[in-house]
Nanobody, 114 residues
Framework: QVQLVESGGGLVQAGGSLRLSCADS????????MVWYRQAPGKLREWIAT???????NYVNSVKGRFTISRDNAKNTVYLQMNNLKPEDTAVYYC????????WGQGTQVTVSS
């Protein structure tokens, strides 16, 4: 059963913006901490940002000030607003829960050209 569906990726130029969405159809979404990850070619999956059930956020240093994670519990959706994108942001972006992960979704491709 697919419970995580990422969307919103695309091709943008450096300095541009994208907003990613993650629809989570698992149980009790509002109680779950949600996380964004990314995986670039030839690299391990990297943690990007977390938002707790209370709305507390944390970010990896490389995206601080550029990315914003948010959630809409009424829509069972977590977002990642990405501004001032850089070529090094190019990756497949995934969402999931912590600490009790769901099955991984397909991810959404973000490509940033210079």
């Amino acid at each position: 059963q697919v419970q995580l569906v990422e969307s919103g990726g695309g091709l943008v130029q450096a300095g541009g913006s994208l907003r990613l969405s993650c629809a989570d159809s698992g149980p009790m979404f509002s109680t779950a901490a949600m996380v964004w990850y990314r995986q670039a070619p030839g690299k391990l999956r990297e943690w990007i940002a977390t938002i707790s059930s209370a709305g507390v956020t944390n970010y990896v240093n490389s995206v601080k000030g550029r990315f914003t994670i948010s959630r809409d519990n009424a829509k069972n959706t977590v977002y990642l607003q990405m501004n001032n994108l850089k070529p090094e942001d190019t990756a497949v972006y995934y969402c999931n829960r912590v600490p009790r992960q769901l099955s991984w979704g397909q991810g959404t491709q973000v490509t940033v050209s210079s």
